[in-house]
C-alpha cells in the first residue's frame, strides 16, 4: 500500500513569489494535515482538511492556506514568501479517529 | 495550550549502550502519545503509539512508557547501533485520532550513536 505522498521533493523560491504544495494521503484517509518544520523551531502544526472542509488553522497568517479535494489530495499555498518560510513542510493523513501517518516532506528554500 | 518539552535536546554515546530518552507534557489530558524518529532533512517515522489507557508499548529494542498523571513518557532504546542515530520526537494528541490540532510536538532529542 501507498503511503503519504508529497511533491515536489525540495523546491527553491525568492521573497515574494507564491508556492504551491502537494499531498496524497493514504488511500482510505479522509484526514490531511500540514506542519511546518523550520530550523530550531520543532514541528508547527498549519492546517487540518477533513472530507474537503478546513477544520482548524494553527498560528499562521493567513498567506498560508489550501485546500482538499473530493480524492482527499490537498494542496498547501504560500503566497508572498518571506525568507522564515524556509523549512521542511510535512503533510499526514489518518483515517476518521486514526493514526496520523507522515510524508516525506518538501524541503521550501526562500533566498 | 499544551506543551511538550524533551530532554536532553541532544545526546551522544558508544555504541552498545542502553540509554533513555525523556518526554514531558503539560496536559494531563491526553488521548495518546507517539514517538517518532526523524532522519535528517526526511518525513517522520513512528515507532511507538501509547494510547491514555495503556502503560507501556514494546518494538523490538525500543520500550516506551506512559505515566498520564505526572506528565511524562520515556522512550527506552536497548543496546544501542549507530543506525540508531536521528532526532527522536515525542507528540501527543488530545483527541481522537489527530483531532483538532493533529499532534503537539516535542523539539526532539537528537541521538548520535557512536560505532
Known amino acids: 500500500e501507498a503511503g503519504v505522498t508529497q511533491s515536489p521533493t525540495h523546491l527553491i523560491k525568492t521573497r515574494g513569489q507564491q508556492v504551491t504544495l502537494r499531498c496524497s494521503p493514504i488511500?482510505?484517509?479522509?484526514?490531511v494535515y500540514w506542519y511546518q518544520q523550520a530550523l530550531g523551531l520543532g514541528l508547527q502544526f498549519l492546517l487540518w482538511y477533513d472530507e474537503g472542509e478546513e477544520r482548524n488553522r494553527g498560528n499562521f497568517p493567513p498567506r498560508f492556506s489550501g485546500r482538499q479535494f473530493p480524492n482527499y489530495s490537498s494542496e498547501l499555498n504560500v503566497n508572498a514568501l518571506e525568507l522564515e518560510d524556509s523549512a521542511l513542510y510535512l503533510c499526514?493523513?489518518?483515517?476518521?479517529?486514526?493514526?496520523?501517518?507522515f510524508g516525506s516532506g518538501t524541503q521550501l528554500s526562500v533566498l | 495550550k499544551q506543551e511538550v518539552t524533551q530532554i536532553p535536546a541532544a545526546l551522544s554515546v558508544p555504541e552498545g549502550e542502553n540509554l533513555v530518552l525523556n518526554c514531558s507534557f503539560t496536559?494531563?489530558?491526553?488521548?495518546?502519545l507517539q514517538w517518532f524518529r526523524q532522519d535528517p532533512g526526511k518525513g517522520l517515522t513512528s515507532l511507538l503509539l501509547i494510547q491514555s489507557s495503556q502503560r507501556e508499548q514494546t518494538s523490538g529494542r525500543l520500550n516506551a512508557s506512559l505515566d498520564k498523571s505526572s506528565g511524562r513518557s520515556t522512550l527506552y532504546i536497548a543496546a544501542s547501533q549507530p543506525g540508531d542515530s536521528a532526532t527522536y520526537l515525542c507528540?501527543?494528541?488530545?483527541?481522537?485520532?489527530?483531532?483538532?490540532?493533529?499532534?503537539?510536538f516535542g523539539k526532539g532529542t537528537h541521538l548520535i550513536i557512536q560505532p
Open positions: 507528540a501527543v494528541s488530545l483527541y481522537s485520532g489527530g483531532g483538532a490540532d493533529g499532534l503537539t
Open positions: 496536559d494531563s489530558a491526553i488521548y495518546n
Open positions: 488511500s482510505g484517509h479522509t484526514s
Open positions: 499526514a493523513s489518518s483515517p476518521v479517529r486514526g493514526k496520523l501517518f
